[in-house]
């Protein structure tokens, strides 16, 4: 796989000696990669990530993996903040309404594997924009093909089994917080998140299956 460099000076040194212990993977919501691309490379909207994915399989590097890219802002994942410092972001060229092309997947794949392995992330690691922002960030949506990932184990494998407890707010909190999801979010963003990467066509009311990939994904 080909990395072009098109770098960004959206950048800075990651904060308090932190590494990378994440990847945060996006979507672009612009026309096209181009676009993007000089939107996260434009001093003015002091925005950047890592890496840009075009529809077509280009990959362009804009920040080296050892620089704090802006790519996250606000959010938390596990407990931790400043996801920022902690985080390697990924952007894909998609607009949030359509799957995503063959030769994008096939490279993000290859990309991961070797961002994993360089870092020593685990699968566990690669979240989305919206599992870490609930409520403010939607990316990479309801079309992104997490279980492709979990089947490469290039992402947490999720659990297939409700439990037996009827359907509770609080329970269903603490499953999510235990899963990752720690951030000072209503309950209707949180299930809204947990949705978006599980079950992004359900609807209505907490459900048991609402459980299910939580209890048993980690």
Same mark, same amino acid.
């Given at each position: @796989?080909?990395?072009?460099?098109?770098?960004?000076?959206?950048?800075? *040194?990651? &904060?308090? +000696? /932190? /590494?990378?212990?994440?990847?945060?993977? $996006?979507?672009?919501?612009?026309?096209?990669?181009?676009?993007?691309?000089?939107?996260?490379? #434009?001093?003015?909207?002091?925005?950047?990530?890592?890496?840009?994915? =075009?529809?077509?399989?280009?990959?362009?590097? @804009?920040? *080296? %993996?050892? /620089?704090?890219?802006?790519?996250?802002? =606000?959010?938390?994942?596990?407990?931790?903040? #400043?996801?920022?410092?902690?985080?390697?972001?990924? %952007?894909?060229?998609?607009?949030?309404?359509?799957?995503?092309?063959?030769?994008?997947?096939?490279?993000?794949?290859?990309?991961?594997?070797?961002?994993?392995?360089?870092?020593?992330?685990?699968?566990? +690691?690669?979240?989305? $924009?919206?599992?870490?922002?609930?409520?403010?960030?939607?990316?990479? +949506?309801?079309?992104?093909?997490?279980?492709?990932? %979990? !089947?490469?184990?290039?992402?947490?494998?999720?659990?297939?089994? !409700?439990?037996?407890?009827?359907?509770?707010?609080?329970?269903?909190?603490? !499953?999510?917080?235990?899963?990752?999801?720690? !951030?000072?979010?209503?309950?209707? #963003?949180?299930?809204?998140?947990?949705? /978006?990467?599980?079950?992004?066509?359900?609807?209505?009311?907490?459900? *048991?299956?609402?459980?299910? *990939?939580? $209890?048993?994904? &980690?």
């Amino acid at each position: @796989m080909q990395i072009h460099s098109h770098p960004s000076p959206n950048c800075g *040194p990651r &904060r308090d +000696g /932190l /590494l990378p212990g994440l990847v945060v993977i $996006h979507y672009t919501a612009m026309q096209g990669a181009q676009a993007a691309l000089e939107r996260l490379c #434009d001093p003015a909207f002091e925005v950047s990530a890592h890496y840009l994915i =075009a529809e077509d399989g280009t990959v362009t590097c @804009m920040v *080296p %993996e050892h /620089l704090r890219a802006w790519h996250a802002g =606000a959010g938390h994942w596990a407990g931790q903040g #400043d996801v920022n410092s902690r985080s390697i972001g990924i %952007e894909l060229d998609n607009d949030g309404r359509r799957p995503f092309a063959e030769p994008q997947m096939q490279n993000l794949e290859a990309l991961l594997r070797g961002i994993l392995r360089r870092w020593s992330i685990p699968p566990e +690691g690669v979240i989305g $924009h919206s599992d870490m922002a609930p409520g403010r960030k939607s990316d990479p +949506g309801p079309h992104f093909d997490w279980p492709r990932l %979990e !089947a490469a184990g290039l992402a947490a494998p999720r659990g297939t089994g !409700a439990p037996d407890q009827k359907p509770d707010l609080d329970t269903f909190r603490a !499953a999510a917080r235990a899963a990752g999801y720690t !951030a000072d979010v209503s309950d209707a #963003d949180l299930l809204a998140a947990v949705r /978006l990467r599980y079950r992004p066509q359900a609807t209505g009311p907490l459900s *048991p299956q609402d459980y299910a *990939p939580l $209890h048993l994904a &980690r």
